[in-house]
Structure formats: structure tokens, C-alpha cells
């Protein structure tokens, strides 16, 4: 399994780059997974429909199962939020990962950049950027970049850029030795 996030500022295009690359890379064979973080509150079911109903009784934990998918909803009630790490290690196996927001944790990530947002880039102050996907293009960068309309190119990157997650959970993971430091 391997992970790459797609950052950028809000109303880059985030999520309609990512939604145009998933079939280019599941038509490749891939299995893809989405991994996004929301800054608000959500739902992802109904008032009425039954899981919304058991969720808002008080149940902290509500599994929805058909013939067609599953869901596992856990209410926080006050609780920490889930931490990046958490929520990794929760997912299916799969080929790759596809992480949207989450711009401050430390993996491999794509910039989708829009000068018409009006924020600079977020890449000079981000070394886990590997890579910007920019329309019109950004000239002069370090780092690789693509045309975000091009998205055969934008999968090939992805998919060059993803990081194996073992190597990923082993390094957001390291606690320093506190007895190691205290010996220094």
C-alpha cells in the first residue's frame, strides 16, 4: 500500500483532480482508497434513515451494511479527533491511498495550485511536497511540476510520488528515546 496527498488551498481543485485521476488509475488496475479530512462537521447519512436515527439516540458507534457497501461512523462525542496515523492504519489494504487535505502531517504530497486562489504556493515552506499540478504553470520551481489538465501525467505522478505506508506509519510513528536524549 502506498500514500500521497493531494493539498492545496480551499477552492484549488482538490477534489475534482483527484476524482478525475481515481478512474485513470483504477482503469491501470489499481485499487484506490480516499482518505479526506473535513473541518467541520458532516454527516454522511440522512435524518430519518435508520443509522442517523440509532447515531443521534446516543449509540458511539453505528455499522450500515447492504449487499452493495458498508459504513462505520464513530461519534466523538467531546473526544480527540482520530489522528492521521489512527485513521491510516485503519483502512483496507489496498494500492494506493489518495489523501486530500491533512497538509500539515508529513507525507508525500502534490500541490494543486491556482494563482487565481490569490495565496501563495504552499511548496517553498513544505518539504513533503514533491510535486505541483498548476494551470498555467508555475516556472522556476524546484521541485517537478505538471499541468493540471493533463491528467495522464498527474497519475503518473501520483503513482512515481506515492510512498510505500509501512516506511510512512514508521516515521510519523518515532517517538525519540527520552534516555537516548537525556545522555546527550
Same mark, same amino acid.
Given at each position: 500500500?502506498?500514500?500521497?496527498?493531494?493539498?492545496?488551498?480551499?477552492?484549488?481543485?482538490?477534489?475534482?483532480?483527484?476524482?478525475?485521476?481515481?478512474?485513470?488509475?483504477?482503469?491501470?488496475?489499481?485499487?484506490?482508497?480516499?482518505?479526506?479530512?473535513?473541518?467541520?462537521?458532516?454527516?454522511?447519512?440522512? %435524518?430519518?434513515?435508520?443509522?442517523? /436515527? +440509532?447515531?443521534? #439516540?446516543? &449509540?458511539?458507534?453505528?455499522? =450500515?451494511?447492504?449487499?452493495?457497501?458498508?459504513?462505520?461512523?464513530?461519534?466523538?462525542?467531546?473526544?480527540?479527533?482520530?489522528?492521521?496515523?489512527?485513521?491510516?492504519?485503519?483502512?483496507?489494504?489496498?494500492?494506493?491511498?489518495?489523501?486530500?487535505?491533512?497538509?500539515?502531517?508529513?507525507?508525500?504530497?502534490?500541490?494543486?495550485?491556482?494563482?487565481?486562489?490569490?495565496?501563495? %504556493?504552499?511548496?517553498?515552506?513544505? /518539504? +513533503?511536497?514533491? #510535486?505541483? &499540478?498548476?494551470?498555467?504553470? =508555475?516556472?522556476?520551481?524546484?521541485?517537478?511540476?505538471?499541468?493540471?489538465?493533463?491528467?495522464?501525467?498527474?497519475?503518473?505522478?501520483?503513482?512515481?510520488?506515492?510512498?510505500?505506508?509501512?516506511?510512512?506509519?514508521?516515521?510519523?510513528?518515532?517517538?525519540?528515546?527520552?534516555?537516548?536524549?537525556?545522555?546527550?
Amino acid at each position: 500500500m502506498r500514500v500521497l496527498g493531494i493539498v492545496g488551498w480551499s477552492g484549488s481543485g482538490k477534489t475534482l483532480l483527484i476524482t478525475k485521476t481515481i478512474p485513470l488509475l483504477v482503469r491501470r488496475g489499481l485499487r484506490i482508497a480516499t482518505l479526506k479530512h473535513a473541518h467541520h462537521s458532516f454527516d454522511v447519512d440522512k %435524518p430519518g434513515k435508520d443509522s442517523y /436515527e +440509532h447515531r443521534k #439516540a446516543g &449509540a458511539g458507534e453505528v455499522i =450500515i451494511s447492504s449487499s452493495q457497501r458498508w459504513v462505520q461512523m464513530h461519534e466523538l462525542d467531546g473526544r480527540a479527533e482520530a489522528t492521521f496515523v489512527q485513521l491510516l492504519r485503519r483502512l483496507s489494504p489496498c494500492d494506493l491511498v489518495l489523501v486530500e487535505g491533512y497538509k500539515c502531517e508529513k507525507h508525500a504530497k502534490i500541490e494543486v495550485f491556482r494563482q487565481a486562489v490569490g495565496k501563495d %504556493p504552499l511548496y517553498p515552506a513544505d /518539504e +513533503h511536497i514533491v #510535486a505541483i &499540478a498548476s494551470h498555467p504553470m =508555475i516556472e522556476h520551481a524546484p521541485i517537478p511540476v505538471i499541468d493540471l489538465n493533463d491528467i495522464d501525467s498527474v497519475a503518473n505522478m501520483v503513482f512515481t510520488s506515492a510512498e510505500p505506508v509501512e516506511l510512512l506509519l514508521a516515521r510519523l510513528s518515532h517517538r525519540p528515546n527520552p534516555i537516548a536524549l537525556r545522555s546527550e
